[in-house]
C-alpha cells in the first residue's frame, strides 16, 4: 500500500525569503509525485509531478519539486516566497498497474508573512 | 468557463435523506474521479471512471454511496439515508487519458452538512 506523508501542518516564512513544503512517500513501486494548492474558496490546482527523468521538477508559478529516492522524499520549493503563495499545499502519489489512484497527503497551510 | 463544474455548491439536508450531487468535466476529458474531503485532510478517493466504465468502487465508504456516468459525459454521486458523518466536501476531478499519471483538473466541490 501506497502512503504520503507531510509532516508539517503549517509553514511559516516571510516573504521575499527561500519555502520548502515537505513530502515523503511510501510505494512498492516507482513513484509518481505529485503537488497540488488549494486556494480558499477554490479547487485544487496541479503545480507539478514526478514521473521520470531529472529530479529536479520545475512547475506553475515558480515552484519546483526535488525528487530524492534515497530518502524517499518529494520537497516544494521556491526561492522566493510571495505573499499571495499563501495556501493548502497537497502532496500526492500514484499508484502503477493502470489504476491511476493517488493518495493525498493531509496537506500544509503555507503562511507567506509581509 | 472550461473547467470542471459541480452543483450544487452547498446542501443542507437532514439525517435520513438521500443526496444527489452533479460532476460535469472538462469536455475532452475521459477520467472522471470523485473524492472526499474533510476538516483537516487531503481528498480521499471514492471512485473513478473511464468514459461511462466505472474502473474502481471498491473503495465507496458504504452502500450508501453510488455513482454514475451513464453517456461518459457528466457523473452524478448518490448518498442514500446520510448519516451526520457524512458531512464533509465532495470533489470531483477529471483528466486525460491518453498519457498515464496525467494531472488532474479539480471542480470547487460540493459542500455537505447533514443535521
Known amino acids: 500500500a501506497q502512503s504520503v506523508a507531510q509532516p508539517e501542518d503549517q509553514v511559516n516564512v516571510a516573504e521575499g525569503n527561500p519555502l520548502t513544503v515537505k513530502c515523503t512517500y511510501s510505494?512498492?513501486?516507482?513513484?509518481?509525485l505529485f503537488w497540488y494548492v488549494q486556494y480558499p474558496n477554490r479547487g485544487l490546482q496541479f503545480l507539478l509531478k514526478?514521473?521520470?527523468?531529472?529530479?529536479l521538477v520545475k512547475g506553475s508559478y515558480g515552484f519546483e519539486a526535488e525528487f530524492n529516492k534515497s530518502q524517499t522524499s518529494f520537497h516544494l520549493k521556491k526561492p522566493s516566497a510571495l505573499v499571495s503563495d499563501s495556501a493548502l499545499y497537497f502532496c500526492a502519489s500514484a499508484e502503477g498497474g493502470g489504476s491511476y489512484i493517488p493518495t493525498f497527503g493531509r496537506g500544509t497551510s503555507l503562511i507567506v508573512h509581509p | 468557463d472550461t473547467g470542471v463544474s459541480q452543483d450544487p455548491r452547498h446542501k443542507i439536508t437532514k439525517r435520513g435523506q438521500n443526496v444527489t450531487f452533479r460532476c460535469d468535466p472538462i469536455?475532452?476529458?475521459?477520467?472522471l474521479y470523485w473524492y472526499r474531503q474533510t476538516l483537516g485532510q487531503g481528498p480521499e478517493f471514492l471512485t473513478y471512471?473511464?468514459?461511462?466504465?466505472?474502473?474502481?468502487k471498491s473503495r465507496l465508504l458504504s452502500d450508501r454511496f453510488s455513482a454514475e456516468r451513464p453517456k461518459g459525459s457528466f457523473s452524478t454521486l448518490e448518498i442514500q439515508r446520510t448519516e451526520q458523518g457524512d458531512s464533509a466536501m465532495y470533489l470531483c476531478a477529471s483528466s486525460r487519458k491518453d498519457s498515464a499519471y496525467n494531472e488532474q483538473f479539480f471542480g470547487p466541490g460540493t459542500r455537505l452538512t447533514v443535521l
Open positions: 514526478y514521473i521520470t527523468g531529472d529530479n
Open positions: 469536455s475532452e476529458h475521459n477520467r
Open positions: 510505494v512498492s513501486g516507482n513513484p509518481y
Open positions: 471512471f473511464q468514459n461511462e466504465a466505472q474502473l474502481e
